[in-house]
């Protein structure tokens, strides 16, 4: 059976489940431990994970901007789980959880033709606007 949590602070075993998933979508670098994840998760604002029979099959989270808003960010579902709603479940919680905490403006930048996704769940791209970046693996 699917559920969800927020995870504040991480098992070893969550650690490694949330590693798998980074691994799987090539975020994964030489060097990287499930360790090191942790702090990743902790200072997240929020962190959800979708779990069945023991094993995370997606996860994400959102990171303060401190002034009401917030960004999604690392929304992954293990290939071997996708096609059963769980990405909309883990936004889904994520911005009922953000708007319990004062959040009201909740941005994301989609990777990789994902925004239908997003526009199901409600985003929108504000007129005029662009998004960018400098630096990483996606310039």
Known sequence: MLRYRFIR???????????GLYREQGWWKRGDTPAGLRPLVERSLCFVVAEEAGRIAGMGRAIDAHSGEAYLHDIVVSPDFRGRDIGSGLVRRMLKRLKERGVNWVGLISSNNSWPFYKRLGFVTPRGARAMMKGGTNV
């Open 9 to 19: 602070k991480p098992s070893s075993s969550d650690l490694r489940g949330i590693a």
